[in-house]
């Protein structure tokens, strides 16, 4: 690690690491940087930090680091973010209104997922995330991605490397190949029948898919709203109430997935679970990112088998839901920030199943706990998962 100094001369300058993070151990965390002159940078190649995160984590977990100097007559700290594997999404909004981009946005971080929201698509970097969601829009405030532009060929090879996808837009699908726009059809599984008008809504789930028993309102941008079906083996997941016509198809292709839609997120008005933002960005997240429980896929729909805490953030309770994909033994329990244990919602035989357990924000002797970052863990006989919980009090 490398340590500048901005202030006057320091003399015998050390340095120690350390972190209240439940998933990161540090091995070796100090080391003797020697006198600093003003200005001067100094790195500890003789003595390196050695730090190994626990397999369990979440991947894209952030943890908190601390880094503490110590000097002949001071001390200085500084903190840093360091992520434990990929983070889990990347939001490109580059939209003129910058409407629906910022909301998904919102919604992943809020179910405890990391990631970035940008307006220019980082092009040589997305190999730093897991899943990409698009927003460009729906006209007159559309962002047409030019055909072969870069940002078109960094996400069509970031699809054909196995990375995960959403995209949202009202002409993207039909019109906007026709005028210049990239073709991401073939890529997301999806059949453009129409430019379609302004008659988006109510947005229904699908029998049978993640967004089944949902059911929105719609209130945000509607104007020439593509009409789109699934092609080969990909999935209708989304269709317009009246008329009737399919506005979200799910495919996958090797190991990547897509979700693609004709309307934009942030038009979807909240109503009663599993009817709200959050549902629907989590049942997408659980197709995109399937857990991974070491058994073949075909035994069970793996797009249902991560844990999931809705709503989350909560006050004062959350109801934590998981497919345990073999019968047998599991629990289920939840952690503060430290790694100690708080409540145990769940410690015997399970049936091969989906179930659910609600927490109430309580310790095991039914004291409220402190508003703050929790953590649940699921383990079962074949699969584990963790869940970052988020309690307003």
């Known amino acids: 690690m490398?340590?500048?100094?901005?202030?006057?001369?320091?003399?015998?300058?050390?340095?120690?690491?350390?972190?209240d993070d439940p998933y990161v151990t540090i091995h070796a965390?100090?080391?003797?940087?020697?006198d600093m002159p003003p200005g001067a940078t100094a790195v500890n190649a003789g003595e390196p930090f050695v730090v190994s995160a626990d397999p369990a984590a979440?991947?894209?977990?952030?943890?908190?680091?601390?880094?503490?100097?110590?000097?002949?007559?001071?001390?200085?700290?500084?903190?840093?973010?360091?992520?434990?594997?990929?983070l889990h999404f990347l939001v490109w909004d580059p939209t003129s209104d910058a409407s629906s981009g910022s909301v998904i946005a919102g919604v992943l971080?809020?179910?405890?997922?990391?990631?970035?929201?940008?307006?220019?698509?980082?092009?040589?970097a997305l190999d730093r995330y897991r899943t990409l969601w698009i927003s460009v829009g729906i006209y007159p405030s559309n962002f047409l991605v030019e055909a072969y532009s870069e940002e078109a060929?960094?996400?069509?090879?970031?699809?054909?490397a196995g990375g995960c996808a959403f995209l949202e837009g009202g002409d993207v699908w039909y019109y906007d190949p026709l005028v210049g726009g990239h073709d991401f059809k073939s890529a997301?599984?999806?059949?453009?029948?129409?430019?379609?008008?302004?008659?988006?809504?109510p947005v229904d789930g699908i029998v049978g898919e993640f967004t089944e028993g949902m059911s929105f309102?719609?209130?945000?941008?509607?104007?020439?709203?593509?009409?789109?079906?699934p092609g080969g083996g990909a999935m209708q997941v989304l269709e317009n109430g009246s008329p009737q016509y399919g506005i979200g198809v799910a495919n996958k292709a090797g190991d990547s997935r897509t979700v693609g839609t004709s309307f934009e997120l942030a038009g979807l008005v909240d109503g009663v679970p599993p009817s709200t933002r959050a549902d629907f960005v989590q049942g997408v997240m659980d197709f995109l990112l399937p857990p991974d429980?070491?058994?073949?896929?075909?035994?069970?729909?793996?797009?249902?088998?991560?844990?999931?805490?809705?709503?989350?953030?909560?006050?004062?309770?959350?109801?934590?839901?998981?497919?345990?994909?073999?019968?047998?033994?599991?629990?289920?329990?939840?952690?503060?920030?430290?790694?100690?244990?708080?409540?145990?919602?769940?410690?015997?035989?399970?049936?091969?199943?989906?179930?659910?357990?609600?927490?109430?924000g309580r310790d095991a002797r039914g004291t409220n706990v402190a508003s703050g970052v929790y953590f649940a863990r699921v383990t079962g006989e074949a699969f584990e998962d963790v869940r970052k919980l988020v309690l307003l009090q």
């Open 2 to 19: 490398t340590l500048r100094n901005y202030g006057e001369t320091a003399a015998g300058v050390t340095a120690v690491l350390s972190t």
């Open 29 to 34: 965390g100090s080391a003797s940087y020697g």
């Open 58 to 86: 979440p991947e894209g977990h952030a943890a908190e680091l601390t880094v503490t100097a110590t000097y002949d007559g001071g001390e200085t700290t500084s903190t840093f973010v360091l992520i434990v594997g990929r």
């Open 109 to 124: 971080a809020g179910l405890g997922y990391s990631g970035d929201y940008r307006q220019i698509l980082p092009v040589d």
């Open 153 to 160: 060929l960094a996400v069509t090879d970031f699809l054909e």
């Open 188 to 201: 997301f599984g999806i059949v453009a029948l129409q430019d379609g008008t302004a008659d988006c809504g």
């Open 217 to 229: 309102t719609y209130t945000g941008e509607n104007s020439w709203i593509d009409h789109i079906v």
């Open 293 to 360: 429980t070491g058994i073949d896929e075909g035994a069970i729909d793996l797009a249902g088998c991560g844990l999931r805490a809705v709503p989350n953030p909560f006050n004062p309770r959350t109801t934590l839901s998981f497919a345990n994909p073999r019968a047998g033994h599991v629990r289920l329990a939840v952690y503060d920030v430290s790694g100690r244990l708080v409540r145990v919602l769940a410690d015997g035989e399970l049936a091969a199943d989906r179930h659910e357990f609600g927490w109430d």
